[in-house]
């Protein structure tokens, strides 16, 4: 029988405890993206209102609008990584280029003078909220080899629960392991597989009740290379609605639609062993893609209290993420079996749906108006990181997940102050946002802290504006969650170039 060359199985198994805190974090992160001018005075715009971005904010900024617009968006984003692992450091420059904002709003005017609602506005606006297009690089020498991550997988199991059949292809005994409802963590005994017929670990005896595993490496300290690779976007779009009374409250709320695509490649090498080790290379790579949609609402309001002084409040609710993984792997040695390669990133292991719910949000804004000159905007956020969860809530694996979830994060306060000043018909911005650690550790993930500027030139009917934002933020990064465990330090560098165009209707 011939032996087919790519091999595609897809399958729905559990993926044991996978999902993690790491995955709540991505989700729940929002990036100063939308349009230039509410980059520009680094999304202060809580009071201010009167941008499309401004939504993400309070959804009452809308009824500040005094006619229709179109706004549109595009961002060069530059991300430098500044990795140091164990004693290696490796700079990284990430560019890429989107249209990351587009939204549209129109403004009915009430003139009935009995009726103090005086002004209606519907609006639609899509925002990239996150952008995951990045690279980070590692390498260094270490004394945690990757065997040790497949020891740990494999100890305790018995060897014929990851044994060929006869007449069993390779890939086919991988997706069955994964796959087997009975086992107590299939994905667990995948990594076993993995590490047995990838050469890397031995049976201390070939019975199918052995259960203890030894290394086929030996060395001191060995020399690791780490590649991750991630693409892809968490978008929003936006159905909002409000009014404003007396011309001086304004209400508004939203409706926000979400939809995930992330995809995450890493490529490990492994060298530098003993001159009598057994084994003297290996690879092993994993790719992650999870895609999805979410839901939220948000609800909000912004006080006139004279021609100077404004005031805002808003409330984001939850964001309910319903998220589909898949995970390809591939492994190699000199020791590995022949047929190796036949387990690759087109055999697809598809895993059970699963829920993520991120925390919802307050917002407090104050905003002073200085007439035609420019105005002064300070927006407090407050989230507690540590209430959010994974779920099914009937599925026991998200249990313990839940539990770290709650010891590892904790409340975050975050900081936005922007400044407008205009000069006839220029308008020049800036910005500066503080938003602290999620972790109750902040050595896993530190403040972030930002500055932004930018200039408007109005023609009457549109608009055009530029702005420039930088933030930096350091955070720590595991190659692996067990076995291989030293972090690496990365220094992080997020920079925003974005042009934006308005046309008022």
């Known amino acids: 029988m011939k032996r087919i060359s790519i091999f595609i199985v897809l399958l729905a198994c559990a993926f044991g405890n996978a999902q993690n805190s790491t995955d709540v974090l991505r989700y729940s992160q929002d990036n100063i993206q939308g349009s230039a001018r509410y980059q520009g005075m680094a999304g202060a715009f809580g009071a201010v209102g009167g941008d499309l971005s401004a939504l993400n904010v309070n959804p009452a900024g809308s009824a500040v609008f005094t006619n229709g617009l179109f706004t549109l968006s595009g961002s060069v984003y530059n991300i430098n990584n500044n990795t140091t692992y164990v004693d290696t450091t490796i700079d990284d420059y990430n560019t890429d280029l989107d249209i990351n904002q587009f939204g549209a709003a129109m403004v009915f005017n009430n003139n009935n003078e009995s009726s103090g609602w005086d002004r209606f506005t519907l609006a639609f606006n899509y925002d990239i909220v996150s952008n995951f297009d990045n690279q980070v690089r590692i390498s260094g020498n270490t004394s945690q080899g990757i065997d040790n991550y497949f020891l740990n997988f494999a100890q305790g199991l018995p060897l014929g629960n990851i044994l060929l059949q006869e007449g069993e292809f390779l890939e086919n005994a991988y997706l069955d392991i994964g796959s087997n409802i009975d086992a107590q963590n299939p994905y667990a005994d995948q990594q076993a597989f993995l590490g047995y017929y990838g050469g890397v670990i031995d049976p201390a005896a070939l019975e199918e009740g052995n259960t203890v595993y030894n290394s086929n490496a030996q060395y001191g300290t060995v020399f690791q290379q780490f590649t991750r690779n991630t693409a892809g976007y968490n978008s929003k779009y936006t159905l909002n609605a409000a009014a404003r009374y007396n011309?001086?409250?304004?209400?508004?709320?939203?409706?926000?639609?979400?939809?995930?695509?992330?995809?995450?490649?890493?490529?490990?090498?492994?060298?530098?062993?003993?001159?009598?080790?057994?084994i003297q290379f290996v690879t092993f790579d994993n790719f992650l893609r999870t895609e999805g949609a979410g839901f939220s609402f948000s609800a909000g309001a912004i006080y006139k209290i004279n021609e100077m002084i404004r005031i805002g409040g808003s409330y984001q609710s939850p964001t309910w993420?319903?998220?589909?993984?898949?995970?390809?792997?591939?492994?190699?040695?000199?020791?590995?079996?022949?047929?190796?390669?036949?387990?690759?990133?087109?055999?697809?292991?598809?895993?059970?749906?699963?829920?993520?719910?991120?925390?919802?949000?307050?917002?407090?804004?104050?905003?002073?108006?200085?007439?035609?000159?420019?105005?002064?905007?300070?927006?407090?956020?407050?989230?507690?990181?540590?209430?959010?969860?994974?779920?099914?809530?009937?599925?026991?694996?998200f249990a313990n997940v839940n539990d770290q979830i709650s010891n590892q994060f904790a409340p975050v306060s975050t900081l936005r102050v922007g400044g407008e000043y205009r000069i006839a018909r220029v308008s020049l911005r800036a910005g500066y946002r503080y938003e602290?650690?999620?972790?109750?550790?902040?050595?896993?993930?530190?403040?972030?802290?930002?500055?932004?500027?930018?200039?408007?030139?109005?023609?009457?009917?549109?608009?055009?504006?530029?702005?420039?934002?930088?933030?930096?933020?350091?955070?720590?990064?595991?190659?692996?969650?067990?076995?291989?465990?030293?972090?690496?330090?990365?220094?992080?560098?997020?920079?925003?170039?974005?042009?934006?165009?308005?046309?008022?209707?």
Do not use: C, W
């Not at 104050?366 to 035609?372: D, P, R, S, T, Y």
């Not at 000159?373 to 969860?389: E, F, I, K, N, P």
């Not at 972790?439 to 530190?446: Q, T």
């Not at 009917?461 to 969650?481: G, V, Y």
């Open 247 to 278: 011309q001086k409250l304004h209400l508004g709320a939203s409706l926000n639609f979400h939809g995930i695509i992330y995809d995450q490649v890493d490529l490990f090498e492994e060298d530098g062993y003993d001159a009598d080790s057994a």
């Open 321 to 397: 993420y319903r998220l589909e993984d898949s995970l390809s792997q591939r492994i190699n040695s000199d020791l590995a079996d022949e047929d190796i390669d036949f387990i690759n990133f087109d055999v697809v292991n598809i895993f059970d749906r699963y829920t993520i719910k991120t925390p919802a949000k307050l917002t407090g804004s104050l905003a002073l108006v200085f007439g035609k000159s420019g105005l002064l905007s300070v927006d407090y956020g407050y989230q507690d990181m540590s209430a959010a969860t994974l779920g099914p809530d009937d599925d026991g694996n």
């Open 436 to 505: 602290q650690s999620p972790y109750a550790n902040d050595d896993l993930v530190g403040d972030l802290n930002g500055v932004s500027a930018g200039i408007g030139i109005n023609f009457g009917e549109s608009r055009l504006d530029i702005a420039f934002n930088r933030s930096e933020q350091e955070t720590a990064l595991s190659l692996f969650d067990t076995g291989v465990t030293n972090t690496a330090t990365i220094d992080r560098i997020n920079t925003n170039l974005t042009l934006g165009y308005t046309f008022s209707f």
